[in-house]
Each structure stands twice: as structure tokens, then as C-alpha cells.
């Protein structure tokens, strides 16, 4: 029960989009049918999530989020 205390403690320090991206990183790796959820999974999760600095980021590099994406879900197959 401590553990799970300190956990929920931990994840209150993440921004919202940050909440969300880690979300989204799980659902990556479960719709990918991954045993675990890897960098690869948090870039997916970023990308999807779309509105955090992590995004902002990618999209300030002129990247183009599809292209990303579609390259990730390679390396990770």
C-alpha cells in the first residue's frame, strides 16, 4: 500500500500532456501486442498525444508526424 502511495505521489508531478502521453504509450504497446512498453512506444505516445512538448518538439524539427509515426511502428515490428 505504500508503494502504491508513492507511485500516485510520483505521477502527480507529470504535466497533464505528459499523463497523457504515458496513457497513450501503453495503449501503443497493447495495440502493437508488445510485452512491454519501450522508447518506441513513448515516441507513439507523444505523437499521439499531440499537444505537449514533446510534440512541439517534433513538429519544430519540421518533421512530418505521419511519416514518424509509420517509422516507428516499423522499427518496433
Known amino acids: 500500500m505504500v508503494i502504491a502511495q ?14 497523457k502521453a504515458l496513457e497513450l504509450s501503453l495503449r501503443e ?13 513513448l515516441l507513439l505516445g507523444v505523437l499521439r498525444e499531440g499537444e505537449g512538448l514533446g510534440a512541439l518538439v517534433v513538429a519544430e524539427q519540421g518533421l512530418d508526424t505521419a511519416v514518424v509515426r509509420r517509422a516507428v511502428e516499423a522499427g518496433l515490428a
Do not use: N
Not at 6 to 18: D, K, N, T, V
Not at 34 to 41: R, W
Open 29 to 41: 504497446s497493447l495495440r502493437l501486442k508488445s510485452k512491454e512498453i519501450g522508447v518506441g512506444h
Open 6 to 19: 508513492e507511485e500516485a505521489r510520483q505521477l502527480r508531478q507529470f504535466s497533464p500532456p505528459a499523463k
